[in-house]
């Protein structure tokens, strides 16, 4: 994909008039793609294309692809492998050029069906047609309020925001969402690859990067296709300062194995490409947790000018259960400034040991949180702050919603990150709360701190590129 052609590709991830060739009631396909266009919104219209019904699910069918009105502007393939090539004609001989092949039987059964994928591949690229797949659940695209989506595992409607989301994996790809919508952060797009006759992860990268919505790039990768391209994009993401998070399956000869069965991609070498990442300023995680979280805190939070992180809680044994995190993750946790000890001496109940991590004890955050996450802030030897937060369960937790204030006043303002731990179970109510007002929080200590860790190496590696704010 070239940036000139971003146009076209706006295009593509914007289609008002699907067909919908080999729509049935016998299958989920098109029952997938049409409640979850209903879910997204009002203005996708469907045409299916059935020889043999009048209607499916209420909606007028059409008896070919030659029948069809002039609107169609896209089209979604779920007939059988051995006949999409001469649906691809058709759809051709009726200038539709942006189509979904939902159909699998391709590279990811074996040989014949890579011949097959190789055919598609060489009639798209003659006949200029942009193709996603095959063996594919298609895209979603919030900030239109458009789905082009088969699968049904997406739990909830993904609100419009700065994360985008690209996977080779359907099923892998519909649980990280469903994990950014329940963290209540919004997706700039969501695009499935599957085996990438023609469409790949790269193409997506690139599209992402040049969007001016996505802030941060997710991925879940079985195999790349073009490495030096590749490069090319992590350079230009980090001279935008996006950043690109992603799962890279293949550390294993299982996965290796896995990933060439079900996508048809080589996994290629893991340790060259670890290095890769390193020197590109690709964030490599390895689970969706832990890329939730980090794509989380990226797209929340500011970057911190330098890698040392101040931590206060309200336990000796959290304390030290947090430090063994840090250290286990690189996480530096400098000794306080003799000014600030000073200051939290004055601040703490006098059986109160200022150090990092603070431990505040069960009395000492009842009183000038305030002034506590203040102090930590102007101390000079600290550039991100995790101060304690509570997590409300309802609008009258008093003690909650005093104590939160104490960081929530000045979040927007503050000259360094802060990001709260949360003490206590998040329900739906502190959710929304946290997301309603902008907060990146660490939840899941063992993945938070991880994040916390991504979010300093990647700041570190932006300064050490000479890339400016």
Request: charged share 15%; hydrophobic share 45%.
């Amino acid at each position: 994909m070239e940036t000139r052609n971003q146009h076209r590709w706006q295009q593509f991830f914007s289609p008002r008039h699907i067909a919908v060739i080999g729509a049935t009631t016998k299958n989920q396909w098109f029952a997938n793609c049409l409640l979850n266009a209903r879910q997204m919104g009002e203005g996708v219209h469907f045409y299916p294309v059935n020889p043999k019904a009048a209607e499916i699910f209420g909606i007028p069918a059409y008896p070919s692809i030659a029948a069809l009105p002039e609107t169609i502007d896209f089209a979604i393939i779920v007939v059988k492998a051995a006949l999409v090539k001469d649906v691809l004609r058709q759809l051709k001989e009726r200038s539709i050029t942006h189509v979904l092949l939902v159909a699998s039987g391709f590279a990811e059964v074996g040989q014949g069906g890579a011949s097959l994928q190789c055919e598609i591949q060489e009639y798209c690229r003659a006949h200029d047609i942009l193709l996603l797949g095959p063996n594919c659940l298609g895209f979603m695209n919030p900030s239109l309020s458009i789905s082009i989506f088969a699968g049904a595992s997406v739990e909830g409607i993904p609100a419009a925001g700065p994360i985008g989301v690209v996977a080779q994996s359907g099923a892998s790809s519909e649980i990280m969402v469903t994990k950014f919508i329940k963290k209540a952060l919004g997706i700039s797009l969501y695009v499935t690859t599957g085996n990438e006759a023609l469409i790949t992860a790269e193409d997506c990268l690139e599209y992402l990067i040049n969007d001016g919505r996505t802030k941060v790039v997710t991925a879940f990768i079985e195999g790349f296709r073009n490495i030096p391209r590749l490069m090319h994009l992590a350079r230009e993401a980090a001279r935008r300062r996006i950043p690109i998070v992603l799962i890279k399956v293949g550390r294993s000869g299982k996965a290796k194995q896995a990933a060439q069965s079900h996508t048809g991609a080589m996994a290629g070498n893991d340790a060259v490409l670890d290095g890769f990442f390193r020197q590109a300023g690709i964030i490599r995680v390895d689970s969706i947790e832990e890329l939730v979280e980090t794509a989380s805190l990226l797209a929340r939070c500011p970057l911190p000018a330098g890698a040392g992180l101040g931590i206060c809680t309200l336990s000796g044994g959290l304390c030290g259960m947090y430090a063994d995190l840090c250290t286990a993750y690189g996480i530096e946790l400098p000794s306080l400034a003799p000014e600030t000890t000073a200051r939290l001496q004055e601040l703490l109940p006098d059986f109160a040991q200022p150090d990092n991590p603070l431990d505040l004890t069960g009395a000492g955050f009842l009183h000038g949180m305030d002034e506590i996450v203040q102090t930590l802030i102007a101390d000079p030897n600290l550039d991100i702050i995790a101060p304690l937060s509570i997590a409300p369960v309802h609008a009258d937790d008093t003690l909650a919603h005093n104590l939160n204030t104490s960081f929530l006043a000045i979040l927007a303002s503050s000259p360094k990150p802060l990001v709260p731990i949360i003490f206590r179970e998040i329900g739906d109510y502190a959710r929304d709360y946290f997301q309603s007002r902008g907060v990146p929080y660490i939840e899941h200590p063992a993945v938070g701190f991880k994040a916390v860790a991504h979010l300093i190496q990647y700041a570190a590696f932006l300064r050490q590129a000479g890339i400016p704010d």
